[in-house]
């Protein structure tokens, strides 16, 4: 399991202005388009898979 989470996730940090942060929100969506933003993340391919997941482990069905 740690390969694979050395493989497939990774933790950014940006060290920014806030204000710069706030103008520049939506474009740096756009631009590297996170997974796991399902939010404010309009292009994310697997929201409709995590959003099904989810409600799977919150009903307890998890497969």
């Given amino acids: 399991m740690d390969s694979w989470i050395e493989s497939n996730l990774s933790a950014t940090f940006i060290l920014e202005d806030y204000d710069y942060l706030k103008l520049n929100f939506d474009k740096l969506m756009q ?3 996170p997974v796991l933003n399902l939010d404010k993340n309009p292009g994310n391919l697997f929201r409709g898979i995590i959003e099904e997941k989810i409600r ?5 069905k998890e497969s």
């Fill in 31 to 33: 631009e590297y388009s």
């Fill in 56 to 60: 799977e482990y919150e009903s307890g």
